[in-house]
């Protein structure tokens, strides 16, 4: 079983356009020539230029250790660049702005902290990052208790472990479920603020091929029923494809952004999907983009499948 | 025998073998009582003196548990104000560590000087001898806090006492339990030591002060029966201490998970 568009030969961009929820061109995130050198000298990332727009499922795929984390903390406000700027939904009067480490003029980087900023960004880490001493209710509830949101508390938290199928397992504690079950946790934790925007580091790396499958197929639902805007890291070219509207090729440190490629498949894929002939060439496709990277220095390529 | 109970007739089958032995060798050598009594003098001697003995021991606890209270609260305290400024820490740490090597049988006669209630003094002794590792734990523990789960606490904007309460103290928690568990046992020799520096005023009646007075009587049977009574408050504090930890970590912490299983 595949997607409509499964055996045509339209325009890989075109067939997107048609397939994927529909996309305002409102920005999400806007990174403006963010490098990132950390005090010991390591220069994590060369200036990067990234926008990603609301409705996208953008995947930022690299090797391991070409900064895709790095510039994930920078987004969530977790680490400040040292150049260049970082700023959430730009458009939005509510957007926050701090001068980069750099101090120079005009930079901005985007302000976690702030009740109005934190509904506009969830981030799921690498690993699930639950409190072992707490419930996984009290875990999903976390972000609302810490806002001071107890209000509706009980019921969003509720919402957000049916999303995630984890209602049955509201009172159990971190170390009784399994580790996909305890991702799909850390995933309700950050659905739980109704975030804007939802940034993923490789959450599934550390899972079995089987559930990490599966978690792939939910965290694709999710988006496309919640009208999420997310931003997911991988270093896994099959996951990036089955799950992105668009894939951003990193190459090895210092990271830079070497290409792009738009994934025009359409919503809902299926497994089927995963062992087509298309899923293949679009791997094909970014395998040797990654190579490329690997081997040579170059600038941004716009590319698509054919 | 399931895993459990093993726990608890593993040792006590070792114990009653060493009495059983004990028993059997002062028999054999015909050991006189004054130099080594048999476990069943002992056990006589107790029942004997018991109302001097338990009142001794009720001393003494009062001073171990005062000791350890206090040194659980100022050792909190302590810690932190170490994680809030780093500065502090290097600035007063040495000096806690020179609270610890200091022995507290040099110091304890200057404290029984200067402080004039007999029973504060004593406590301080203890005290002394207690703090270091709630100290030197606590703040290990409020240190050692998952930095993922920080990461977390930081991009939902916690605040600083959000932090500390929801996630570095129990994150502490571990840490400080062990630390409780060597003080429970600190406290007590603290305790005994200071009374025996008192004791030889004639100033208390602990336990410590019944053991050098059996001693100068040549009492051994009364001395040993004091003896065994601080080992099994030794035991006693011990086994609290792990209850509290056990009640306060069983459902996540791996070192109480083995208990449940």
New interface residues.
């Given amino acids: 079983m595949s997607g409509p568009g499964t055996g045509q030969r339209e325009p890989a961009l075109l067939r997107a356009a048609e397939a994927e929820p529909a996309r305002a061109s409102v920005v999400a995130v806007d990174v403006r020539g963010a490098s990132k050198t950390y005090p010991n000298g390591v220069h994590a990332l060369a200036p990067i230029d990234l926008e990603v727009c609301a409705g996208d499922f953008a995947t930022v795929l690299g090797p391991s250790g070409c900064g895709k984390s790095t510039l994930l903390r920078m987004i969530g406000g977790l680490s400040t660049p040292t150049a260049g700027s970082v700023v959430l939904w730009p458009q939005s009067p509510t957007e926050a702005t701090m001068p980069s480490a750099a101090g120079e003029g005009g930079h901005r980087v985007h302000i976690a902290a702030g009740r109005r900023a934190k509904t506009e960004l969830a981030f799921v880490f690498q690993s699930p990052t639950l409190m072992p001493w707490a419930s996984v209710e009290r875990n999903v509830r976390l972000p609302l208790d810490l806002a001071g949101e107890a209000d509706d508390g009980a019921l969003r938290v509720e919402a957000a472990l049916r999303l995630v199928a984890l209602s049955d397992f509201a009172r159990v504690y971190p170390r009784e479920l399994s580790g996909g079950m305890q991702m799909r946790a850390s995933i309700a934790r950050a659905l739980v603020t109704e975030p804007r925007l939802l940034v993923m580091d490789e959450p599934f790396g550390a899972l079995d091929e089987i559930t990490r499958s599966r978690l792939d197929r939910d965290i694709r639902e999710l988006w496309a029923r919640r009208s999420l805007t997310v931003l997911f890291v991988t270093h896994s070219i099959y996951e990036a494809v089955y799950l992105s509207t668009r894939v951003l090729v990193m190459s090895a440190r210092p990271g830079r952004i070497i290409g792009e490629l738009a994934i025009g498949e359409p919503h809902p894929r299926t497994d089927a999907f995963r062992v087509s002939e298309r899923y293949a060439r679009w791997c094909k496709q970014l395998s040797e983009m990654l190579a490329a990277g690997s081997d040579e220095a170059g600038g941004t390529r716009p590319l698509s499948a054919s | 025998m399931s895993g459990r109970s093993a726990r608890f007739v593993a040792p006590a089958a070792v114990g009653v073998a060493f009495v059983l032995l004990w028993e059997a060798l002062v028999k054999a050598f015909d050991v006189p009582f004054y130099l080594v009594p048999s476990p069943l003098q002992v056990l006589s001697t107790l029942v004997q003196d018991a109302p001097l003995l338990l009142s001794s021991l009720l001393v003494t606890l009062r001073i171990t548990a005062l000791a350890l209270l206090l040194a659980v609260v100022l050792g909190v305290a302590v810690a932190f104000l170490f994680v809030q400024n780093r500065v502090l820490e290097t600035s007063l740490f040495p000096y806690v560590v020179l609270l610890q090597v200091t022995p507290i049988v040099a110091i304890a006669p200057l404290i029984i000087i200067w402080v004039k209630d007999p029973l504060a003094a004593l406590v301080i002794c203890a005290t002394i001898v207690a703090i270091f590792p709630v100290i030197s734990n606590t703040t290990l523990g409020l240190r050692s806090v ?1 930095p ?2 920080a ?9 600083r006492w ?1 932090t500390l309460i ?2 570095r103290i ?1 994150s502490a ?1 571990p840490y400080f339990f062990a630390g409780l568990r060597v003080s429970g046992g600190l406290a007590l020799i603290g305790a005994v030591v200071a009374e025996f520096v008192a004791g030889t005023g004639g100033t208390a009646s602990g336990l410590a002060y019944q053991i050098l007075q059996a001693g100068l009587q040549l009492n051994i049977p009364r001395l040993f029966a004091a003896l065994l009574l601080i080992t099994l408050a030794g035991v006693a504090i011990f086994l609290l201490v792990s209850l509290a930890a056990h009640l306060a970590l069983r ?3 791996e070192s109480e ?1 083995s208990l449940e299983r």
């Fill in positions: 998952d993922g789960l990461d977390v606490f930081r991009l939902y904007g916690a605040q959000q929801r996630l129990p928690l459902h996540w912490h998970l």
